[in-house]
């Protein structure tokens, strides 16, 4: 009965190719986010989204896109793989109200070669 | 832009030892406030979060934090670590009337408690 899930748990790649990331959650959570965290454990938000809105990071680069084909998905695009991609990525969900605990996945990290 | 910060990026104590790792804020309004715990290979869980009234929140395992909005400070404590606390430990700030619900997260704390 795992809450947020995402796959694959590993992915190894080439430069310059498209992957995805998929994450699911099963909390009935409104809202759905991506994080990423860098080789020195430093933790990133990447995107918010809850059916309506998608909040970008500004930092974020266009290479990245999520999409959400429910509520209880959102998947995460990456388009030509550079190496500094090369990180652990999370999934998280939460009720939108800001005091609403986010429950975060088990991660997916990525190596970009 | 509201930041966090952690000061504290190496900690190591014997077990028994008493445990404060420091976070600062910077955000002049309110505020929800987060520390989250991550275990070596896991995913990030929360350990306690603090929204309104009682400044001093207890969370699992005997963690408390200590909300002092006059210092923008959220410092986690524990009275005695045990080896099983080593992790990285996150604090992190979610501004209610910011964007998305996003949470901005401080640089994190490397715990080792030695047996």
């Known amino acids: 009965d795992t809450a947020v899930s995402q796959t694959p748990k590993y992915l190894v790649t080439q430069m310059g190719n498209d992957k995805s990331i998929k994450c699911e959650q099963n909390?009935?959570?409104?809202?759905m986010y991506w994080y990423k965290q860098d080789s020195k454990k430093f933790l990133k938000i990447m995107f918010s989204y809850n059916n309506k809105e998608l909040i970008i990071n500004e930092t974020v680069p266009n290479r990245f896109s999520p999409k959400s084909p429910d509520k209880a998905h959102l998947n995460l695009h990456i388009n030509s793989l550079e190496l500094g991609d090369s990180a652990v990525y999370f999934c998280?969900?939460?009720?939108?109200?800001?005091?609403?605990?986010?429950?975060f996945g088990p991660g997916t990290r990525l190596l970009v070669l | 832009a509201q930041s966090v910060s952690q000061h504290n990026h190496h900690v190591i104590l014997s077990e028994a030892a008493s445990l404060e790792l420091g976070c600062n804020y910077s955000y002049g309004g309110t505020v929800n406030l987060f520390w989250y715990v991550q275990y070596p290979g896991q995913h990030l869980q929360l350990l306690l979060k603090?929204?309104?009234?009682?400044?001093l929140v207890k969370g699992i395992k005997g963690f408390e934090a200590e909300f002092i909005k006059s210092k923008f400070s959220f410092n986690l404590r524990k009275p005695s670590v045990q080896w099983s606390d080593t992790a990285e430990y996150f604090c992190?700030?979610?501004?209610?009337?910011?964007?998305?619900?996003?949470?901005?997260f401080g640089g994190g704390t490397r715990l080792m408690v030695k047996p």
């Open positions: 992190a700030v979610n501004a209610p009337m910011g964007a998305g619900n996003m949470l901005t």
């Open positions: 998280a969900s939460s009720q939108p109200m800001g005091k609403e605990t986010q429950y």
């Open positions: 603090y929204f309104s009234g009682d400044p």
């Open positions: 909390l009935g959570h409104d809202t």
